[in-house]
């Protein structure tokens, strides 16, 4: 079990989170011996417009859009600030769409992410606004990951996913800046770059083994690697 500041568990429901709200900060600041979730999706949607929501359990997260939940993102901030908690965790067949506002991850932790999809997540569709990290930005083990817009800065790996796609949409840019590689890579990974602005120590690195390599095809951008 776990607490929840808010709890949608219809697919007909609606959540929506405006400025007019008042703008200010939502916060979870729940136990650190059980899970606390600050907004949890079961299903139906959520679109945040504005405002910022934080979470500071060690073993909570800000949100958590959960089955066949839908999480739009316009506006507004989503944050953690703690190890061992999450800004966006995305779970079952849950999908997340990213148009604008921020992500922000100050977990430290390895295996952190600003924006992080479970197994069998949908989908992951970045089309603006910024993703700061001091861990990973992006983990999607399997969910597919478009990116067409935005900005990332990471102090790991941008992105640790199995297939991902960066094309930046007609009058949109990417840019990423990383002190990791861009791309930390699984077995058998499909990624791609079509275009962007990229800065990073290197644009892969990879676990895979032998029989299990990945790819890379980048067919566009700016690169300073090495740095």
């Known amino acids: 079990g776990g607490d929840y500041a808010y709890f949608v568990n219809s697919s007909n429901a609606s ?17 650190t011996d059980r899970m606390s979730t600050l907004i949890q999706v079961n299903s139906g949607s959520f679109e945040l417009k504005g405002g910022t929501l934080e979470n500071t359990s060690s073993m909570g997260y800000a949100v ?5 939940a839908q999480l739009t993102m316009t506006d507004g901030e989503i944050k953690n600030t703690v190890n061992g ?13 990213m148009e604008g506002g921020k992500v922000t991850q100050e977990s430290t932790y390895s295996s952190s992410a600003a924006i992080y999809a479970n197994n ?27 990116v067409t817009g ?33 791309f930390y890579t699984f077995s ?21 083994q032998n029989d299990q390599p990945s790819t890379l095809a980048v067919s566009g951008g700016t690169f300073d690697i090495g740095k």
């Open 15 to 31: 959540l929506v989170i405006e400025d007019s709200v008042g703008g200010g900060r939502i916060t979870n600041a729940g136990t």
């Open 64 to 68: 958590f859009i959960n089955s066949s």
């Open 85 to 97: 908690g999450y800004a966006v965790y995305i779970n079952g067949t849950a999908g997340f769409t």
């Open 120 to 146: 069998s997540a949908t989908s992951v569709s970045i089309s603006g606004g910024e993703v700061e990290s001091k861990s990973m930005g992006v983990y999607a083990a399997f969910a597919p990951v478009s």
């Open 150 to 182: 935005g900005a990332f800065r990471t102090d790991s790996y941008a992105f640790q996913t199995r297939y991902a796609t960066i094309a930046p949409a007609e009058g949109n840019t990417v840019s990423v800046d990383s002190e990791g590689a861009v």
């Open 188 to 208: 058998e990974s499909e990624n791609q770059i079509v275009d962007g602005n990229f800065t990073a120590p290197a644009l892969t690195k990879s676990y895979t």
